[in-house]
């Protein structure tokens, strides 16, 4: 039996849950590999928050990671515990008490929305029963409003981070759609970072038509170059391994002079020769590249 199993509880069958508001939280794969791994040795060890609906299935309010992990596994049952309240209600209470993760910004405004659009609440209701200000359900509310489409399932599917798409992603659709659509199906499930993401906007921000047009059909390319590029020797470190190569020759020539002075055939050692000669080359390759 789940540890989730206790008093006001109940252990019901998968295919009864009704996930309404699935699309109200963004996917993280590892963090949902974690839990899989948790319910796989430990098994559930809390409830699905539920609604019932007239219909008689159960409206999943919190939990959806736990009932994807479950499916995952192969089970067949799920233990919840019934919410007495309506789903509006139901949503902004586990919203209040902070139930699972924190929301994002861009996660509370998709709740918002669904509070307004979905279940129709007005702003005002939404902003006592979440306990905020009228202002932050507008903002809340502009930011869901705000993404594109696209953009949007990417977050929600877990490919972009919440945080980078409103950073990054939301600026540059607004500066041409377009682009922005075709950034978001080029990267596909790349998994960039907030600190890609954020150089991409970087670098599009700052080019010409041409250069943002190319950015837009390959960004994977410029992210692959910037690395490249992060990884090459700057002007210092250059500096410092010619600088280390001549005193390096200085020090070579002084044992040279000083093993001749005691033994003349030393210069004349096939092995010598040999050393000088690839010092010469090396010196000539580098001297051809300040030409």
């Known amino acids: 039996m789940d540890a989730a199993l206790a008093f006001g509880t109940t252990e019901v069958e998968l295919r009864l849950l009704a996930l309404d508001f699935e699309h109200l939280r ?3 794969a590892k963090a949902e590999a974690e839990l899989m791994t ?6 559930q060890l809390y409830p699905v928050l539920v609604v019932v609906r007239d219909d008689g299935r159960y409206v999943v309010i919190d939990g959806y990671r736990r009932v994807r992990g479950l499916r995952k596994l192969g089970r067949d049952t799920v233990v919840i515990l019934v919410l007495g309240t309506s ?4 949503l902004a209470y586990c919203h209040r008490l902070a139930t699972g993760r924190r929301r994002s ?12 659009e979905g279940l129709g609440r007005t702003l005002a209701d939404v902003g006592m029963s979440l306990g905020r200000s009228p202002s932050w359900v507008s903002r809340r509310l502009g930011l ?12 929600r599917d877990g490919q972009v981070s919440p945080h980078g798409a409103m950073r990054s992603l939301l600026p540059l659709a607004r500066a041409n759609k377009g682009h922005g659509q075709q950034i978001v199906l080029a990267i596909g499930r790349a998994h960039l970072t907030t600190r890609q993401l954020g150089a991409l906007w970087v670098a599009y921000r700052t080019g010409d ?10 960004p994977l390319l410029l992210l692959r170059a910037k690395d490249s590029l992060a990884g090459a020797p700057t002007e210092v470190a250059v500096t410092r391994e010619v600088n280390a190569a001549t005193r390096a020759l200085g020090r070579a020539h002084t044992s040279l002079m000083a093993a001749r002075s005691h033994d003349p055939s030393v210069g004349t050692s096939p092995a010598v020769r040999r050393a000088i000669g690839r010092a010469r080359d090396a010196a000539l390759a580098l001297s051809k590249e300040e030409m």
Request: glycine letters at 6%; a negative charge; proline letters at 4%.
């Open 26 to 28: 963004a996917r993280d």
């Open 38 to 43: 948790s319910l796989g040795v430990a098994g």
């Open 87 to 90: 789903e509006a209600d139901a």
């Open 105 to 116: 910004a861009l996660e509370e405004g998709w709740l918002v929305r669904e509070l307004c």
């Open 144 to 155: 869901a409003t705000a993404l594109p489409p696209e953009i949007e399932t990417a977050v």
């Open 209 to 218: 038509a041409e250069q943002r047009a190319r950015i837009a059909e390959q």
